[in-house]
């Protein structure tokens, strides 16, 4: 019987270190390198979807996979720039390959990609070179890697479900999103149906209909179309955007297996949902959690910044009180005006803060700020182009984050235990951001129209206010939840059948999904009941 429910982590209150195989071991024995399940991981070429694809590739390799993990080329050389020319060299078996992202060269070496135009050069021109990746990766006589397995693409990237389909091999769709916010993209057909897009025209975005109750969505009670993922707030019947979330979602039913970065007791209701419409889903986070308990220095090596970390900040933090700190860090893809910019400067001249200022994060300009708020701040505010952000949210001195509400930057801070004020930007960070501030309550939302004395009010709020206490009290609570959701997921040794309920059904998924489309690697998890 095909599985249809999520799979979930169990809480461990202490999780030990997880000890690395060498490359020619695995937690289930010995194994050769051109023995070990290959999988193929393709994330959508964007800072936010590398991120926690690397991640999941780096676990995926600590049990026992071959990893060959495939960046464009154009973040290839972004990622040799910032991090050094030995970066991507991989391991025996950790490989980097490229395939192009099928935009034209650009003058920009080192900003963010425009993403309307990245998800239609990928949909468009991506199934040709990757399908010739694979070929080369099959080729074993030249290769020297084992056959390929399984592909791990990203939720946007499916245009591989067709690669996978025609070598007859399991496809796992990695969706990086909030698991609301992927729900909240499956309904995209329906609020169409519905009438609720496209917008009659542009007065319809300040007019208060964005304020509607859809109640078409029992498990978002309450939400409101402005909560939806941004992309459905046009007047255009043909936006570009719109249909790509539909064929994406539709395309999500072939896969083998669905994977979450995210954990069922933050957002059961959600998962529940998706499970009744999709293929098996696996709620496989908090990743970043999971692969810290990875003791492996090679592996530590892998990483994947488009911008060079700027540790110094950690060292600062070092020097200030206790939930002193308010860290800012819109993302890696979100601009804003300078007059944005300004404003938020101005809102947070009177706290100590770090903030990270990507250079490209005024549209169209340079993100400058004005020499009497570097001279207001002085001594307790730290700018920085990038930085390590998981460790600056473990830090006991933040007591804050200001932040886009992209998913990965919101599970890092409910994992931190830190309170949120939240400025979304587009996609589905408003989504984030309604269960962040209303089903939480672990954050304050913030006006799109930023003005600087709505900052300062909604940071006081935060960092001294009771409302903001309270907030602290429930995100740490919620910490604690999350971090209990860090299983060993070494496989048993023993002989007995094993249902799949940690980090490990993820790797069970791979080879159960779809009745077992690859029986041969039956052989490599043998501690496991196969479900034929």
Not at 361 to 375: N, T
Request: hydrophobic fraction near 40%.
């Amino acid at each position: 019987m095909e599985q249809q429910l999520h799979h979930h982590l169990p809480q461990k209150n202490s999780p030990a270190l997880l000890k690395p195989c060498s490359e020619n071991q695995t937690s289930m024995g010995s194994m050769g390198i051109l023995e070990k399940p290959h999988a193929v991981c393709i994330p959508f070429p964007a800072q936010g979807h590398i991120n926690p694809m690397l991640k999941l590739a780096k676990l995926l390799h600590h049990n026992g996979f071959h990893i060959t993990f495939v960046n464009t080329e154009y973040n290839h050389q972004r990622l040799l720039k910032s991090r050094g020319s030995e970066s991507l060299k991989g391991l025996p078996s950790f490989r980097f390959e490229t395939i192009p992202d099928g935009l034209p060269p650009s003058d920009a070496a080192d900003a963010t990609q425009d993403i309307p135009s990245l998800c239609q050069s990928t949909t468009t021109t991506g199934l040709a070179p990757f399908r010739d990746l694979l070929a080369k990766l099959n080729d074993t006589g030249s290769s020297n890697v084992p056959p390929v397995s399984c592909i791990v693409s990203d939720g946007v990237m499916s245009f591989t479900v067709e690669a996978a389909e025609e070598l007859g091999i399991p496809e796992i769709l990695f969706w990086t999103t909030s698991a609301c916010g992927f729900f909240a993209y499956t309904q995209y057909e329906k609020l169409i149906q519905k009438g609720y897009s496209p917008l009659r025209d542009a007065s319809f975005l300040t007019n208060g209909y964005l304020d509607t109750i859809i109640d078409e969505i029992p498990s978002m009670k309450g939400i409101r179309l402005r909560d939806i993922p941004s992309f459905i707030r046009t007047t255009n019947p043909d936006e570009f955007m719109v249909k790509f979330v539909l064929d994406e979602t539709r395309r999500a039913r072939r896969a083998s297996a669905i994977v979450l970065n995210t954990f069922e007791d933050l957002e059961r209701d959600v998962l529940d949902a998706l499970s009744s419409i999709l293929p098996p889903i696996y709620a496989i986070g908090p990743l970043h959690l999971l692969e810290n308990q990875v003791d492996d220095k090679a592996l530590e090596q892998l990483g994947s910044n488009l911008w060079k970390d700027e540790p110094e900040c950690l060292e600062w933090l070092d020097t200030k009180d206790p939930n002193s700190v308010v860290y800012v860090n819109f993302g890696s893809i979100t601009v804003m005006t300078s007059d944005q910019l300004v404003e938020f400067a101005w809102g947070l001249a009177n706290s100590k803060l770090v903030w990270v200022i990507r250079p490209d994060l005024v549209s169209g300009d340079k993100a400058v700020l004005p020499p009497e708020f570097l001279e207001a701040t002085k001594g307790r505010g730290l700018l920085a182009n990038w930085c390590p952000q998981e460790r600056v949210l473990r830090h006991p001195s933040v007591g804050g984050f200001l932040t886009h509400s992209g998913w990965n930057s919101t599970l890092e801070s409910i994992c931190g235990g830190v309170p949120m004020i939240c400025w979304p930007f587009f996609a589905e960070q408003q989504t984030n951001c309604w269960y962040c501030c209303t089903k939480w309550n672990i954050g304050m939302e913030i006006d799109s129209d930023v003005k600087r004395d709505g900052v300062e009010i909604l940071v006081r709020k935060l960092m001294i206010g009771e409302e903001g206490q309270e907030m602290k009290r429930r995100a740490h609570g919620v910490e604690e939840t999350c971090t209990g959701f860090c299983p060993e997921f070494i496989f048993p040794e023993s002989g007995e059948s094993y249902q799949p309920s940690s980090f490990s059904s993820l790797k069970a998924g791979i080879v159960l999904a779809r009745h077992v489309l690859i029986r041969y690697a039956c052989a490599v998890l043998n501690n496991f009941e196969v479900l034929c």
